[in-house]
């Protein structure tokens, strides 16, 4: 313990993402993966001037003098777990927490808030990705990184302000951070319209607890407009039948949001699969622009999911809408010439999911996943981009194609 640093030090803490899935899959040599895992980190430890502290179960906790060699050490880590050969199928992947400060030292190692604000930060994300405290990031000159906002964490006195650190070779987008809540300051503002009041108000009550600050309702176009136009929000959610006709004023309206308010996104509800609305919408473009049936409001997470990548310039499509889609039939369809899993990749690419999230849902490797998409664009002669968005408005600018 007494070579350990002090003072004011930071603390890189990763933890293996899905230990109980890797522990109960007959296929995994759980005990093999843990120990690649820990080596992995304890390298890029070492290569960058770090220390170990001590590793328990699926946990690893170092620490650097430097900020900057802490950061390094994990995108190093990272980037030897992306390229390391798992077992076929077999998806290992480490999240990553940074936090620096000065912590107490004694007999017993490092004690005090510091230790546990870096295991929080590290338990907030995901598999690939790499967050960091604020007061990390304060320490660094040159290094990319995303702001994730102030979110509330158990266990801690006081939000934190989190950022995700980015790197043009590693994965870029995520899903919402996990085991926190976005602080009033730095959530999401939505208007909500819809003419049902128990629906508005359901919906109302789950993005609140979501952590979405929903400014205002509605229950007309009219009115609607009248909000966006008033409270400059990131998203509105609007239903596609509104008052008086009950047919597309909701759509019309979401429509004319778009062309007045570019900063704001638009989330359109609909009872059924109606494909001509959504590529009515999607005419111009697929940044920011999401549609969804209603019945998805009822998986709370995925529809929140939603409305954040509607907000941040993204694209939420249901399944249901991109299966229409994907499976109308052309004379001429390049499609055809894709595999049954190159179309499901697709699929998922055009309801705005990032790489991982199709690994995810597929059951895959995200190098597999990669890999599809390479092929998928080839074969449609439409470029790659590193830009979830964009991506998807390449492949829904194919699909509107005759």
Excluded: C
Aim: no cysteine; charged share 25%; hydrophobic share 45%.
């Amino acid at each position: 313990m007494s070579s350990l640093p002090t003072g004011t030090v930071t603390f890189l803490l990763a933890d293996l993402e899905g230990s109980t899935r890797l522990q109960q899959d007959e296929r995994v040599d759980y005990p093999r993966v843990i120990g690649d895992v820990r080596k992995a980190l304890r390298d890029a430890v070492i290569a960058h001037r770090g220390a170990e502290v001590e590793s328990v179960g699926d946990e690893v906790l170092a620490v650097f003098e430097s900020a900057a060699d802490a950061v390094a050490a994990a995108l190093a880590a990272q980037r030897a777990m992306r390229d390391h050969p798992w077992q076929d199928g077999t998806s290992v992947r480490i999240r990553i927490g940074l936090h620096t400060g000065t912590p107490s030292f004694g007999e017993e190692g490092y004690t005090g808030i510091d230790v546990v604000r870096a295991s929080r930060i590290a338990n907030a994300g995901h598999g690939g990705q790499i967050l960091a405290s604020a007061a990390t990031v304060e320490q660094l000159d040159g290094v990319a990184s995303r702001d994730l906002g102030e979110h509330r964490i158990n266990g801690l006195p006081e939000d934190v302000r989190i950022r995700q650190l980015l790197a043009e070779d590693l994965p870029r987008d995520f899903p919402p951070l996990r085991n926190t809540v976005a602080t009033l300051g730095s959530s999401i503002r939505v208007v909500l319209a819809d003419d049902s009041v128990l629906l508005r108000e359901g919906v109302a009550r789950l993005l609140g607890e979501s952590g979405f600050d929903v400014v205002a309702q509605s229950g007309t176009a009219e009115d609607l407009l009248r909000h966006v136009a008033m409270h400059k929000p990131d998203v509105a959610v609007v239903d596609i039948r509104m008052p008086p006709t009950h047919t597309d004023e909701g759509l019309r309206a979401a429509a004319e949001i778009r062309e007045r308010f570019p900063g704001t996104g638009v989330l359109v509800l609909s009872q059924y699969v109606e494909a001509g609305y959504a590529l009515y919408l999607l005419s111009e473009s697929a940044e920011g622009v999401g549609y969804l049936l209603k019945d998805r409001v009822s998986d709370v997470e995925e529809f929140a999911a939603s409305v954040r990548r509607v907000a941040g310039g993204g694209s939420a499509l249901d399944p249901a809408v991109v299966s229409e889609l994907v499976g109308r039939r052309r004379e001429h369809d390049p499609l055809a010439e894709l595999t049954p899993r190159e179309r499901e990749v697709l699929e998922l690419m055009a309801e705005g999911r990032s790489n991982q999230a199709i690994a995810d849902a597929l059951f895959v490797t995200l190098r597999a996943v990669e890999k599809h998409v390479t092929s998928i664009f080839a074969k449609l002669d439409l470029p790659a981009s590193t830009d979830a968005h964009r991506r998807v408005l390449a492949v829904l600018a194919f699909l509107r194609s005759e």
